[in-house]
């Protein structure tokens, strides 16, 4: 009798304590909120250009960029601080993680680029060759935007600058010959005889003087080429080209030529032969005049690209590599006096004037 009282007991338990759990879910159901109805009139749609200025940036999206920079430059510097510049105005600063990596040591750069690649980034940004082959040698999933590489389809890493075709695109840093010899006839109306003087043993100082070779011809401009490899053979084509009284003397970006800059405008002052140069530091020794790429630039137009890639989903291998971007004619003011040179008012609206005295 007593074990069937116990029997009872439990089974009143069981029922009561189901009851309450019932009860429970029954109020909570109809305590829940209804969901929204769906109204009964279309709402008013949104303009193509409304939706574009929404947001530069989907909601919740966030991206890791990778930043290798091999070199410790002002050039390289530039290219980082335009990129980092352009990112902040396009609004994506607040949705990118950034890892800036400098690494002049090659293993340690690889090695460096290999762990961007391990974290998970979704875009390296590579400034300089090395930085570039590197990371596109590591990884070919990864889009690859360089910033300062002269000609990436001779360096490798695109099958043609207007058709990349792989994981890798950029903006090229490639010396503007043409624009440089564009400046003779714009400053110097009366030159024809355009004497180039290069180490023969620095290939890209052989190929901006044959590119600029090319220019000329367009210009009607007669060129000769003096290539030299020390001092001496420096000396000696000085001598000769003030001989043969050049009209304009080209130096192409080389090492060698800026190590002996100082010796060489105080011997074309000295026969009054203007300097067309290859770069604002040649310039600044006392060279006449140049073209430049600006290295700003270049990093704001890397980021560009950039956005293309992460926000709008472009594919790298169908963006073509930037040329002939951010060029800007200088002319030094100390050279242009010394040479009792007179700019004509095209001239001057096509030129910055560069007065170095006030820089010291």
Known sequence: MKKHIILIMNIVLVVVLIAAIVFTLMRAMSNRPEPEQTPTTAPVATTATESTEAATVPTGERYKIGIIQHATNEESDSCYAGFISELNEQGLLSSIDIVYVVEKDDDKCRAKIQSLVDEGCDLLYAIGPFAAKAAAAITTDIPIVFGSVSDPEEAGLVESNENPGGNVTGVSSYTPCFEQIELIPVILPEAVYVAELYNSTDESAVRQAIIAEWQAEEFKLKTERFPVNDKEGIKTALANIAERQF?????????????????????TQKHNIPIICGNEKMMSKGALATCEINYTSIGRKSAELSYEILVKKKDPATLPVIYKYGCFNLINKQAMDKLGLKLSETALANVEIIDYSKKQ
């Open 247 to 267: 009209d304009v003397l080209y130096l192409p970006i080389d090492n060698l030529m800026f190590k002996y800059m100082d010796s060489i405008v105080a011997y």
